[in-house]
């Protein structure tokens, strides 16, 4: 089953740009790619999804290259209550199951 | 109107009970799936009920099980519970027939398994 992997944390400071990057490979041509944010003791919550190239909506941007072996989760402008746990989902693996990347944490200071 | 929700929020079993944990989805959803998170670990997919059938499974023993009612609310049953079933199952619902989009994730139910 393929793995989809992201960096273990990031911090950053508010006000700044943040990429999160997530590898996943096996996927297929028209597999969404979605990310979530998770705060403790709470369900993960949608922020953006996509299958190429860029999506944009008020919060953040997805970029996904051509070969779709990653994509990039872009927040602009973070602040303090960003700080979360920030998981891509992918139908990696074939067969239509729906797997959760390892997670990063950001945490985002003064 | 009312999200996703859960019940029951916190549970504690013992090994080789067997639980049930309920979700209702989000009004307008038709889809749910069925996620199991340990702690410090990302949602792992246990399956996903459409149309009152199972219609995709992760890699979870048949002590997992599941039902999903007419009014599209569905069950997680666990047998024979063991000490690494302790974690929050959550239940995410999702648009009619639209398994892989958005999906609304509840507030989860923590197990804990002693």
């Known amino acids: 089953l393929a793995k989809t992997t992201q960096p273990i944390s990031m911090d950053s400071y508010e006000g700044q740009e943040v990429n999160i990057t997530c590898s996943h490979n096996n996927i297929a041509t028209n597999d969404y790619i979605t990310w979530y944010q998770q705060f403790p003791s709470q369900g993960p919550r949608f922020i953006i999804q996509?299958?190429?190239t860029k999506v944009t909506n008020e919060v953040a941007s997805l970029f996904i290259p051509a070969d779709r072996k990653s994509s990039t989760l872009s927040l602009p402008r973070v602040s303090l209550s960003d700080t979360a746990v920030y998981y891509c989902q992918t139908e990696a693996g074939g067969g239509n199951k729906l797997t959760f990347g390892t997670g990063t944490q950001l945490k985002v200071e003064l | 109107d009312a999200g996703v929700t859960q019940s029951p929020t916190h549970l504690i079993k013992t090994r080789g009970q067997q639980v049930t944990l309920r979700c209702s989805p989000k009004?307008?959803?038709?889809?749910v799936s069925w996620y199991q998170q340990a702690l410090g670990q990302g949602p792992q997919f246990i399956f996903q009920?459409?149309?009152?059938?199972?219609?995709q499974r992760g890699n979870f023993p048949d002590r997992f099980s599941g039902h999903q009612f007419p009014n599209y609310s569905s069950e997680l049953n666990v047998n024979a519970l063991l000490l690494g079933d302790s974690a929050l199952y959550l239940c995410a619902s999702s648009s009619p027939g639209q398994w892989a989009y958005e999906q609304y994730f509840g507030p989860g139910t923590r197990l804990t398994v002693t």
């Open positions: 009004s307008g959803h038709d889809t």
């Open positions: 996509g299958y190429k």
């Open positions: 009920y459409y149309e009152e059938e199972e219609r």
